[in-house]
């Protein structure tokens, strides 16, 4: 078993691999826009398969979410900077190396992530 990558290689590695996506998912996002401005086709009735306003949803929404991830490893190699970076941002213990090794942004300790948090309807 190799042993695990500091902490600013590891953080390094995930910004790259995290901004890799951002760039694709960006970039089939300007695809199907251009794709639909050159088409007339009324794809909303079309039997064979999802329609391109579901698609552009479906994709746009996969975006969003690849840019929180980025905005998380961020924040994580900001706390890294500031020397905080492995302890929990609710209780202040320490995040379990294997839980960094899995989730290098990861702002909570298990504990912690483990409960339920508020909802609308729950409040």
Known sequence: MRPAPEPAAR???ERAATAERVAALAAQVDALAEQQALTTHDDEH????????FHRAQLL???????RDLDAVERAAQRLAEGTYGRCLRCGEPIPAERL???PAAETCLACASR????????
């Open 11 to 13: 953080l390094a590695a």
């Open 46 to 53: 079309d039997p064979e398969g999802v329609t391109i306003g």
């Open 61 to 67: 929404g996969l975006l969003e979410g690849a840019r």
């Open 101 to 103: 090794e899995a989730l």
């Open 116 to 123: 339920r948090r508020p909802t609308a309807r729950g409040r």
